[in-house]
């Protein structure tokens, strides 16, 4: 369960350090993907805490409050990315 708690975070930084690093956004889909990434990242998230029985210290929680906002950013990156085009 470690390993995919560790997986999911990886994906998640690439994923973010992705759109974070491109010169500009040439559809908003490419940023929904991202979103739809991240959510699945925090489903993973709920899943490993729960399986685990605990909290890995506060870090799980931690770690899936991140996801969260990293979510709703990316909500509303897409949604201005829409507006745009």
Do not use: F, P
């Not at 040439?26 to 699945?40: G, P, Q, R, S």
């Amino acid at each position: 369960m470690k390993s995919t708690l560790l997986v999911a975070l990886a994906g998640l930084s690439l994923g973010v350090g992705a759109v974070a690093l491109a010169d500009r956004v040439h559809d908003w889909h490419d940023l929904d993907k991202v979103h739809n990434h991240v959510t699945e990242a925090i489903h993973e998230m709920e899943r490993a805490r729960a399986a685990n029985h605990y909290d890995m210290a506060g870090h799980g929680a931690k770690a899936e409050e991140l996801l969260r906002q990293a979510e709703r950013e990316l909500h509303e990156a897409v949604e201005a990315a829409r507006a745009a085009h």
